[in-house]
Each structure stands twice: as C-alpha cells, then as structure tokens.
C-alpha cells in the first residue's frame, strides 16, 4: 500500500485502534469501504465527547465548504449535549446511538460512522457499503480538518 493509499484509508489510526469493535462495524457489517482517522488529543474524553456533541450544530471542517460559509461555533453550545438519537447530526446524518464519553455513531443510507473518544485519542470510522476510489482522499481532507478543530478546541479547556 502507497503511502498516499494508506493516509487516505488509515490517517492516524493505530493497528490495534483499527481492531477496536465500535458501533458503526455492527452497523454496516457488509462495508466495501472501511476508513480510519484519529488524532492525540490532550484532554480529558468528557471534553471530547462534549466538543462531539457539538456536531448537531455544525460540522466543524472546512466551513466555506460543508457549513454555508458560516463559522463553526468556537464556544460551546447549550443544550448540544442533550443528544436523542434520530437528532440531526452535521444536516446530512442522523444520531443512531451514543454512550456519553465514549462514542457517538451517526448514519445515514448505506454509510455508519463512529467517533470514539478514548484516553488521550479520537477515532473516528467510518464504513461505508459503496466502494467509491476517491472517497477516501476526498473524505480525509474534511476529516483531518474536522478532528484537528476538535482536538484543539477541547484542549483549550
């Protein structure tokens, strides 16, 4: 596997993080396609999780692109983190379940992701029944921005 090949499909992921059993694998068994992200982070999972939570509001990546242009909110939003599954999760995705500081699993049709908050890390998979080629370099863009504004936010305290 390129270099290249292996950031797209596996961008900071450990072997055995990719081995962890998360909600999303029970949801999509039959993946064609099965991405891995993670990143250290230097915050307590509750943090995490909380900053998590806040992917009902927005999507917190590239906002030009995935949030109409508006902002991500760089503080806290009240009330975020009362989650209900079937709750709205970045406009496109529905909350299937979640386990407070420890995972949030959002789907919609044909494609399940979980992130995960573990001690001094988020994981995020996702799994997907399509077999897309550029799915994997189109998503780790967004992705990467996405879980390094989570990580700096939540160590911000």
């Not at 992921?13 to 999303?24: F, I």
């Not at 975020?80 to 049709?109: K, W």
Request: net charge positive; charged share 30%.
């Amino acid at each position: 596997m390129t270099a290249l090949r292996r950031a797209a499909h596996e961008w900071g992921s450990t072997e055995a993080e990719r081995e962890l059993p998360l909600p999303c694998d029970r949801l999509v068994p039959d993946a064609a396609k099965v991405l891995h992200r993670a990143v250290a982070v230097q915050a307590p999972p509750a943090a995490v999780f909380r900053w998590l939570c806040q992917l009902k509001v927005a999507p917190y990546s590239y906002d030009l692109i995935d949030n109409f242009g508006r902002r991500s909110p760089r503080a806290l939003t009240p009330g975020a983190e009362r989650l209900e599954r079937g709750q709205r999760v970045m406009t496109i995705f529905r909350l299937e379940e979640f386990e407070r500081d420890r995972h949030i699993t959002i789907v919609r049709p044909g494609l399940a992701v979980t992130y995960a908050t573990l001690p001094g890390r988020l994981l995020m998979r996702i799994r997907s029944r399509r077999s897309r080629r550029l799915l994997p370099y189109l998503d780790l863009v967004m992705a990467r921005r996405q879980l390094l504004t989570l990580k700096r936010l939540a160590e911000r305290g």
